[in-house]
């Protein structure tokens, strides 16, 4: 079983900055791309920023700039960093990871979601 935890979301002011994690577990053969979604009330779900296997990062128009995925192979982990967050990036973020099994075999797995709320 693969699982996928995240965790460092919270209330903060405009402004503000938050840094999530999303720790991989379970058996499997390599983790590829990670990327955290954000699901905001009433809209999609939409990609924030994803990251490959050898670092190279893709942004939301929305984020660029102010967030920055990156993540550590040697702990399963990665992260998103949030910088001046503004009222409009709360949502429930979410975490995705497409996972190589040793029947090597493809995954694609999510995160239960984490919510990042931006206040005034």
């Known amino acids: 079983q693969v699982q996928l935890v995240e965790s460092g979301g919270g209330l903060v002011q405009a402004g503000g900055s938050l840094r999530l994690s999303c720790a991989v577990s379970?058996?499997?053969?390599?983790?590829?791309?990670m990327a955290w979604y954000r699901q905001a009330p009433g809209k999609q779900r939409e990609l924030v920023a994803d990251?490959?296997?050898?670092?190279?990062?893709n942004y939301a128009d929305s984020v660029k700039g102010r967030f920055t995925i990156s993540r550590d192979n040697a702990k399963n982990t990665a992260y998103l960093e949030m910088h001046s967050l503004k009222l409009e990036d709360t949502a429930v973020y979410y975490c995705?990871?497409?996972?190589?099994?040793?029947?090597?075999?493809?995954?694609?797995?999510w995160g239960q979601g984490t919510q990042v709320t931006v206040s005034e």
């Open positions: 379970g058996s499997f053969f390599r983790i590829n791309d």
């Open positions: 990251i490959s296997s050898g670092g190279s990062t």
């Open positions: 995705n990871a497409e996972i190589t099994t040793y029947y090597s075999s493809r995954l694609n797995r």
